[in-house]
């Protein structure tokens, strides 16, 4: 199984909503990331877990907050969003944090905050 | 600081023309590089990727790079496109002294049928 899932592929939510993004792997991998993703921009780190530890916050607001529940699963909970927000969000997982570790990148959660 | 260049942000080819994608980067010191490819409405692949060796690498999909040190450059080539190969490429780096992924702008390629 070298595959990365995300659920839900779309996500609308009104700005006092709270919701969570899903992102999964089973290749036993042991670091996992959340990037968020402009149109036409390439991804922008948000934050990196390494053996399910937080390893990197990219200086990102609190209505993000990550949780890596086990080495498997990592989650993004999102509360009083702003439109600017709305973006799709990608979930990667590597072997580790090396610098030859090729992330795997899941096909994303395309949020729209209204 | 570290960056990537990607001196096309659009390129339109024909089917069976040659595309080359030029990428430069700033770091003086031992990368690590790589291609990755996002289709419309994909996620995100890796094209290939470079390490150390021979610096001519194969891809999938029939792609190459050429890593040449002197220039600091990670070309992406292909002899002859398809219609299929529409998609949005990324060069990438990482230096040997991190593990964070330098992202080029990208370049969107539209191939004519």
Known sequence: DTEVTQTPKHLVMGMTNKKSLKCEQHMGHRAMYWYKQKAKKPPELMFVYSYEKLSINESVPSRFSPECPNSSLLNLHLHALQPEDSALYLCASSPGLAPRGEQFFGPGTRLTVL | ?113
């Not at chain 2, 001196?7 to 080359?20: K, Q, T």
Request: hydrophobic share 40%.
């Open chain 2, 1 to 113: 600081a570290q960056s990537v260049s990607q001196h096309n942000h659009h390129v339109i080819l024909s089917e069976a023309a040659s595309l080359e994608l030029g990428c430069n980067y700033s770091y003086g010191g031992t990368v690590n590089l790589f291609w990755y490819v996002q289709y419309p409405g994909q996620h995100l692949q890796l094209l290939l990727k470079y390490f150390s060796g021979d610096p001519l690498v194969k891809g999938i999909k029939g792609f190459e790079a050429e890593f040449i040190k002197s220039k600091f450059s990670f070309n992406l080539r292909k002899p002859s496109v398809q219609w299929s190969d529409t998609a949005e490429y990324f060069c990438a780096v990482i230096p040997d002294s991190n593990y964070q992924l330098i992202w080029g702008a990208g370049t969107k390629l539209i191939i004519k049928p």
